[in-house]
């Protein structure tokens, strides 16, 4: 423990021996402070708040990664990769108090903020049942909330902040309006629990239980002794008392169970993605260019459909981590919150309303305003596969032609012509695809990739996986029905409410979603559309690999659709036929964005 502490307040008595208050770090700590749900639930969380009379406003986290574990213990090669490359961003603190995906207050409480971290329940500290997503957490939150805006410490305004999952819930508990909440700021938050995570195009995705098992079960209240001690103050970071597998086993939803269980869309999934049209919070959504396979298109979805009359989308690239902590993104944040929390002139007011770092080879970002998300500019330009030369062409084709290939293989590549100009593509991509399978269903998995001039691939720093292509699609053929009143030329809106079934050797048009993306492209440089029957894989794969996650990158990071149950090979590896020409022009639209 640090030697610049002074214990200011302990509470020790029976009712509550684990709340306790010290001076340290230049900061006043309160250690599981006490929140009663209305439930009578206790959740903990720990306030680090400035030593200084007066009232401040609280930039607010919950969550179940434990608030207790330190980035460095927990998430070790994503510190390792992090500081190693960014040693500015971790300047100026102990980072002791620094968690996973959490501001980090010694960064913060300087400047006039009260941090302020909460287990959410059955989590770290917390007692009761994990329930990700649900709506008694989600309530909880907001109980979260309400507790910190009328502390004495408090200025009444609450914000809130964090990656993934601590920027997922903030789209839920934005939509209950609690009264105290000011403004949040989403970084690289999903909103659709089943299309931007469980099920890419209603392909059962197991990041989701993998994520479970190893960034959520070890965390667990309950552990105890079996689980990890804070590096800042040496207590344990589940929980004082140690539960057997069993007691903890009851004490958390089978996720796994549940995802496997429900293909189609229901109320267990509606009820855990947020109702954009409730949110009018002052709103910041950051998206990465690197995130296919979980966050980016929420973030899209949510600066679109949020009511919120002050909102701004800001998107960058490199590792999911790293932007939130960068000088860069430390000062966007507080520039966002010191304009709302505090009423400062942080120039906000002059912050364009989508801020892009546009993306080069090379992992060049070069910052530019735009006004509008997809941007108006835009040149929605439709490219035409032919299937026997596996090219893709300007113009519609005259001539009907086929190829095949085993449902759950490689597939086929179509390219385009070298271009003879630098060209950017940044927007929304999607394919119209005409097909036929030998059985009553198939997946189809859409890569766009960028060769060089003479032809090895380039791949780029996604948010996990540094072999990332350009952008990412799926759909699972019976889940071929579209909203009409959603579906946009660009967008591609499916219901994934009924499974439409194939009759073996019919021809079926399929819409498809690619996620957004951005790339400036070289001349000489040339873009390809692969068409295959299961997840990508770089051919030059260096088998990276994250300690918290559960298998080796080789180019959609932890993003697999290898379920045996969802995908059975009788269903799904047979042949596959893709169509093109007159009758069915399968084709490949793409966001160009001319010079200004």
Same mark, same amino acid.
């Given at each position: 423990?640090?030697?610049?502490?002074?214990?200011?307040?302990?509470?020790?008595?029976?009712?509550?021996?684990?709340?306790?208050?010290?001076?340290?770090?230049?900061?006043?700590?309160?250690?599981?402070?006490?929140?009663?749900?209305?439930?009578?639930?206790?959740?903990?969380?720990?306030?680090?708040?400035?030593?200084?009379?007066?009232?401040?406003?609280?930039?607010?986290?919950?969550?179940?990664?434990?608030?207790?574990?330190?980035?460095?213990?927990?998430?070790?090669?994503?510190?390792?990769?992090?500081?190693?490359?960014?040693?500015?961003?971790?300047?100026?603190?102990?980072?002791?108090?620094?968690?996973?995906?959490?501001?980090?207050?010694?960064?913060?409480?300087?400047? $006039?903020? =009260? *941090?302020?971290?909460?287990?959410?329940?059955?989590?770290?500290? #917390?007692?009761?049942?994990? /329930?990700?997503?649900s709506p008694r957490e989600t309530k909880d939150f907001c109980s979260c909330i309400e507790w910190a805006g009328v502390q004495p410490w408090s200025n009444g305004k609450v914000g809130l902040t964090g990656i993934s999952y601590y920027a997922i819930n903030q789209w839920q508990v934005a939509a209950l309006k609690p009264k105290h909440l000011e403004a949040i700021c989403v970084w690289e938050g999903s909103v659709d629990y089943y299309r931007d995570g469980t099920h890419h195009g209603g392909i059962l995705n197991t990041f989701?239980?993998?994520?479970?098992?190893?960034?959520?079960?070890?965390?667990?209240?309950?552990?105890?002794?079996?689980?990890?001690?804070?590096?800042?103050?040496? $207590?344990? =970071? *589940?929980?004082?008392?140690?539960?057997?597998?069993?007691?903890? #086993?009851?004490?958390?939803? /089978?996720?796994?169970?549940?995802?496997?269980?429900?293909?189609?869309?229901?109320?267990?999934?509606?009820?855990?993605?947020?109702?954009?049209?409730?949110?009018?919070?002052?709103?910041?959504?950051?998206?990465?260019?690197?995130?296919?396979?979980?966050?980016?298109?929420?973030?899209?979805?949510?600066?679109?459909?949020?009511?919120?009359?002050?909102?701004?989308?800001?998107?960058?690239?490199?590792?999911?981590?790293?932007?939130?902590?960068?000088?860069?993104?430390?000062?966007?944040?507080?520039?966002?919150?010191?304009?709302f929390l505090k009423s400062e002139d942080t120039g906000w007011n002059s912050q364009p309303r989508v801020q892009l770092k546009v993306r080069h080879i090379g992992e060049k970002f070069i910052i530019r305003g735009e006004d509008e998300w997809p941007i108006a500019r835009t040149e929605w330009t439709r490219f035409y596969l032919d299937t026997n030369n596996f090219t893709l062409d300007k113009t519609p084709l005259t001539e009907s032609t086929s190829t095949s290939y085993k449902g759950m293989e490689e597939g086929a590549t179509?390219?385009?012509?070298?271009?003879?100009?630098?060209?950017?593509?940044?927007?929304?991509?999607?394919?119209?695809?005409?097909?036929?399978?030998?059985?009553?269903?198939?997946?189809?998995?859409?890569?766009?990739?960028?060769?060089?001039?003479?032809?090895?691939?380039?791949?780029?720093?996604?948010?996990?996986?540094?072999?990332?292509?350009?952008?990412?699609?799926?759909?699972?053929?019976?889940?071929?029905?579209?909203?009409?009143?959603?579906?946009?030329?660009?967008?591609?809106?499916?219901?994934?409410?009924?499974?439409?079934?194939?009759?073996?050797?019919?021809?079926?048009?399929?819409?498809?979603?690619?996620?957004?993306?951005?790339?400036?492209?070289?001349?000489?440089?040339?873009?390809?559309?692969?068409?295959?029957?299961?997840?990508?894989?770089?051919?030059?794969?260096?088998?990276?690999?994250?300690?918290?996650?559960?298998?080796?990158?080789?180019?959609?990071?932890?993003?697999?659709?290898?379920?045996?149950?969802?995908?059975?090979?009788?269903?799904?590896?047979?042949?596959?036929?893709?169509?093109?020409?007159?009758?069915?022009?399968?084709?490949?639209?793409?966001?160009?964005?001319?010079?200004?």
């Amino acid at each position: 423990m640090n030697k610049n502490t002074s214990n200011i307040h302990n509470h020790n008595s029976p009712s509550d021996s684990q709340h306790r208050i010290e001076k340290r770090e230049g900061m006043v700590i309160e250690w599981d402070a006490p929140i009663e749900m209305d439930d009578g639930l206790i959740l903990r969380a720990n306030v680090y708040r400035p030593d200084a009379e007066g009232v401040f406003p609280v930039i607010m986290s919950h969550g179940p990664y434990g608030k207790d574990l330190a980035w460095q213990e927990g998430y070790k090669t994503t510190w390792d990769i992090f500081s190693k490359a960014h040693p500015e961003a971790i300047e100026n603190s102990t980072n002791i108090h620094q968690s996973w995906e959490t501001v980090d207050p010694e960064k913060w409480v300087p400047d $006039g903020y =009260v *941090c302020i971290r909460v287990d959410s329940r059955g989590a770290g500290r #917390s007692p009761g049942v994990i /329930d990700c997503r649900s709506p008694r957490e989600t309530k909880d939150f907001c109980s979260c909330i309400e507790w910190a805006g009328v502390q004495p410490w408090s200025n009444g305004k609450v914000g809130l902040t964090g990656i993934s999952y601590y920027a997922i819930n903030q789209w839920q508990v934005a939509a209950l309006k609690p009264k105290h909440l000011e403004a949040i700021c989403v970084w690289e938050g999903s909103v659709d629990y089943y299309r931007d995570g469980t099920h890419h195009g209603g392909i059962l995705n197991t990041f989701q239980s993998n994520w479970y098992d190893m960034q959520i079960k070890t965390v667990q209240h309950g552990l105890g002794e079996n689980g990890s001690r804070s590096l800042a103050h040496g $207590g344990l =970071v *589940c929980g004082p008392e140690t539960l057997t597998e069993q007691e903890m #086993s009851k004490n958390r939803v /089978d996720l796994g169970n549940r995802l496997q269980s429900q293909e189609l869309i229901n109320d267990w999934y509606r009820e855990r993605t947020a109702d954009l049209t409730e949110i009018d919070t002052p709103l910041l959504s950051a998206a990465s260019w690197g995130g296919q396979g979980l966050h980016p298109r929420g973030n899209y979805s949510g600066f679109l459909n949020a009511n919120s009359k002050q909102k701004w989308l800001e998107c960058h690239g490199l590792e999911h981590w790293t932007e939130f902590y960068t000088r860069y993104g430390l000062d966007l944040q507080k520039r966002f919150f010191g304009h709302f929390l505090k009423s400062e002139d942080t120039g906000w007011n002059s912050q364009p309303r989508v801020q892009l770092k546009v993306r080069h080879i090379g992992e060049k970002f070069i910052i530019r305003g735009e006004d509008e998300w997809p941007i108006a500019r835009t040149e929605w330009t439709r490219f035409y596969l032919d299937t026997n030369n596996f090219t893709l062409d300007k113009t519609p084709l005259t001539e009907s032609t086929s190829t095949s290939y085993k449902g759950m293989e490689e597939g086929a590549t179509f390219f385009l012509p070298p271009w003879n100009k630098e060209i950017e593509i940044t927007g929304p991509i999607s394919s119209k695809l005409f097909i036929s399978s030998e059985t009553t269903d198939a997946d189809l998995f859409l890569i766009v990739r960028l060769f060089s001039p003479d032809m090895k691939e380039v791949v780029f720093q996604g948010t996990l996986d540094p072999n990332t292509p350009i952008a990412n699609g799926w759909l699972r053929a019976s889940h071929r029905k579209l909203d009409k009143e959603k579906t946009m030329p660009w967008q591609p809106y499916h219901t994934h409410d009924e499974k439409q079934l194939l009759s073996p050797g019919e021809i079926y048009e399929l819409d498809i979603e690619i996620w957004p993306t951005c790339i400036v492209i070289p001349p000489g440089y040339r873009l390809a559309l692969s068409v295959r029957g299961k997840d990508y894989v770089y051919s030059c794969s260096t088998n990276h690999r994250l300690s918290n996650m559960k298998n080796t990158f080789t180019g959609v990071g932890p993003f697999l659709h290898d379920d045996i149950i969802d995908r059975p090979k009788n269903i799904f590896n047979g042949k596959i036929t893709l169509y093109s020409g007159p009758d069915h022009q399968s084709s490949l639209l793409l966001p160009i964005i001319p010079n200004n």
